[in-house]
């Protein structure tokens, strides 16, 4: 199989139709890039788990259209969702609800619950519109690998598995939607994402973070795998250790390795003469550039040799437990 790059207007009635024939697409949303099928059709999204080496124990996220009548999919339990809704969906919020079986049961592994989101990217809008049903999709990336930002980081991982991927160019975003369980009388982050915790409170009242610790019974199974690691060694360091990464940096120098510091621009004249990947200034440009930056490493460096920021407040909660994952 050889997989065509297209662009969404191009592309759309060749995707609705690979989908609604039980293919898989790769396809653009604002946070990172999905593998999308139809999730009422269980061959479909079994297709999705092979192509990936997925654990089957892990469900997916359905994505549907901004019209679409969620009532159909699952049982809103509480009235501050309604609010949570329409303040951030569209938008990079993922909502673990009641499912009402209409999404199968192999893309929500055998729970009771689905996560439900609506992207804000209006090339995906366009394909969901098109299909008008549910498309279940993770992101786009073989398992425990980085997540793509682009088109091209999607034909990397899965050229010749799939037959098409709708390339909506970079994605704003950068990191995976918040997942929100929304079953409880309060809001759980299972995965912090760009929706930060202070964002829920300020629109539902209150808002927990789900603590995932050796022996718990796991809510959301995709936070218990090691996740989003690029293809070479990495390491990481707090922002108060610039001399110890400084001085890894000149070891692997000296072993005639190719080691990159991957930092903010707030430190980045400490490894002033020193290979570089930039993540920029604020959360929102870190966010941004995080994966784009890990996949660029992992082409140029034997080592990429990350930093860490200082805090884990806001959007900097979800970026450090990526960056833990990928390179701690
Ligand atoms: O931004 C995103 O969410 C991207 C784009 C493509 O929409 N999708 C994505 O999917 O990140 P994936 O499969 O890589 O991650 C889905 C996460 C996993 O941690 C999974 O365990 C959790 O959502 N999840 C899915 N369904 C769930 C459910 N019913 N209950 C709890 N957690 C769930
Ligand atoms: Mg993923």
Redesign the pocket.
Known sequence: MTTEILSVDDGLIKAKDIILSGGIIGMP?E????LAADGRNPQAVKKIFEVKGRPSD????A?VHKDYDINKLVTVAHGYVYDLIAAYMPG?L?L?MDSKGVVCKEA?AG?D???L?M?SHEGCQKLLKAVNVPLV???ANLSKHT?PVSAEHVFNDLNGKIPLILDGGRCAGGI??T?L?VTGKIPRI??AGLITKEMVEKVAGACEIAEHKEGDRV?????KYRHYRPKCDTALFGIDETDKAALLYDAELKKGRTPYIMCSDAVAEKFKGKNLLLLGKSGEEVAFNLYDKLLEGEKKADIIIAVSFGREDGVYLGIMNRLKKSCG
């Open positions: 949303t946070t990172v890039y999905g892990n469900p997916l996220i994505h990079p993922t673990v929500v729970g619950t689905l996560a989101r992207p999709a993770p992101s997540s995976e939607s997942v369980d299972l995965r809510k959301s199974p995709g936070v």
